[in-house]
């Protein structure tokens, strides 16, 4: 039970949004080998497709969790809250696009240098806003901002002429460094994050990760 209660709170709904960006990785790596052996053989394995979107699903759900979690936890931060659902729907959009659930051909192309760009533009935009857990600790200014260059630097992708994954890789990349950096700084009281009942801080004595309770 008190893993339960432990992940419903801030500090867990930040560890649920780290695990979400870790299944997105896990996918467009198992995606990436998968396609490359079908480039060489052209043997089509349906399981292992089902496998890596099932990862993808997967994945949503508990970005979902994570958004819907910091909405009902956090005190205010109005902005933040409507910035990560903005996140989700966008993210959303292009995973359906990207299974052809809809016909977006006509002006969609997954491969567009400037898809790629407006999503690097937009990402680290909608990252800024998670100043607001504490607008004012420094540490976690830095943390933001190092978010927002890594989103930026997969602009370069488009060198390669690779799909808008490319930048979606690199995001969960970088939101992974800010949520582990956010779970850091929480444990060790750098940033206070207002949360309704103050439950983020109920467990400030016990580690998160490795409890035997």
Known sequence: MKKIEKLNSFRGFTFIGLLANSLFILFIIVTMIYYANYIRTGTIIPIVEGIAYSIEVMGFVLMLVSVVGYSVKLRFRLPLKIAMSIYFLTEFIFMIC????????????????????????????????????????????????????????????????????????????????????????????????????????????????????
């Open 98 to 213: 990207d299974f052809n659930l809809i016909d977006v051909s006509e002006f969609y192309s997954p491969a567009s240098k400037a898809v790629i760009i407006g999503h690097c533009i937009f990402s680290a935009a909608i990252s800024m806003f998670y100043m607001q857990l504490d607008s004012d600790k420094k540490c976690l200014q830095i943390a933001v901002s190092v978010t927002a260059v890594i989103m930026m630097l997969a602009s370069f992708a488009i060198v390669y002429n690779v799909r808008v994954y490319a930048s979606i890789l690199v995001n969960s990349f970088a939101y992974i460094v800010l949520y582990s950096s956010i779970l850091f700084f929480d444990k060790r009281e750098m940033i206070y994050a207002n949360c309704h009942d103050d439950i983020a801080k109920v467990y400030e004595e016990s580690d998160f990760f490795n409890d035997n309770n």
